[in-house]
């Protein structure tokens, strides 16, 4: 709620996007709401495989990413929570995020079951990747091509060179080369 000068009144509340440490996404969200700070951290449930055993475990919807219901006299306060790294800006001030869009992402995830996130800019031609599902499970390839939300890989590893299209939800990056 803008005055007739434009700016904010320092009370209104809207939401915020703070960026974390890695993997801190639950714990900020827990300790934000231990000091009565309204935040929203979306959870996605995945089936994670390991070689000895399979576990359904929470996993954040956006990587790095929590939510924040602040006004400009909290924002402070978020700054100073462990964890928190800075607020995402866009054009010089906090980027705000529209009330609708956090309900539907709520509502996604309370009606969807399979859904992710997938930010394709992260993985690109040349990039060492290895398949985390499917009957190519744990193999190791390098990017050809990224179309859309499929990578073409070439398998290196089956002593022979064989070209696939794999859906990009199932590939991650090979950080281990």
């Known amino acids: 709620m803008e005055n007739q000068f434009g700016s904010r009144h320092p009370w209104t509340r809207r939401w915020l996007v703070v960026y974390t440490r890695p ?10 709401k231990t000091q009565d700070i309204k935040s929203y951290c ?10 000895d055993r399979k576990k359904i475990v929470d996993l954040p919807l956006f990587s790095g990413y929590v939510f924040v219901w602040v006004s ?5 306060k978020v700054r100073q929570t462990l964890g928190v790294l800075n607020f995402i800006y866009y054009m010089g001030k906090p980027a705000v995020i529209r009330d609708s869009v956090i309900d539907k992402i709520e509502n996604l995830i309370s009606t969807h079951s399979d859904y992710e996130v997938i930010n394709s800019q992260e993985i690109n031609h040349g990039d060492r990747i290895r398949i985390k599902s499917g009957i190519f499970y744990n193999q190791e390839g390098t990017v050809i091509k990224v179309h859309g939300k499929t990578v073409l890989m070439v398998f290196d590893h089956l002593n ?3 070209v696939s299209n794999v859906p990009l939800a199932d590939v991650m990056l090979n950080t281990a080369i």
Do not use: T
Request: charged letters at 45%; a positive charge; glycine letters at 0%.
């Open 42 to 51: 979306p959870i996605r449930r995945v089936s994670n495989q390991w070689a």
């Open 72 to 76: 400009e006299r909290e924002e402070y």
């Open 160 to 162: 022979c060179a064989l």
């Open 23 to 32: 993997r801190w996404e639950k714990k900020v969200d827990r300790l934000l």
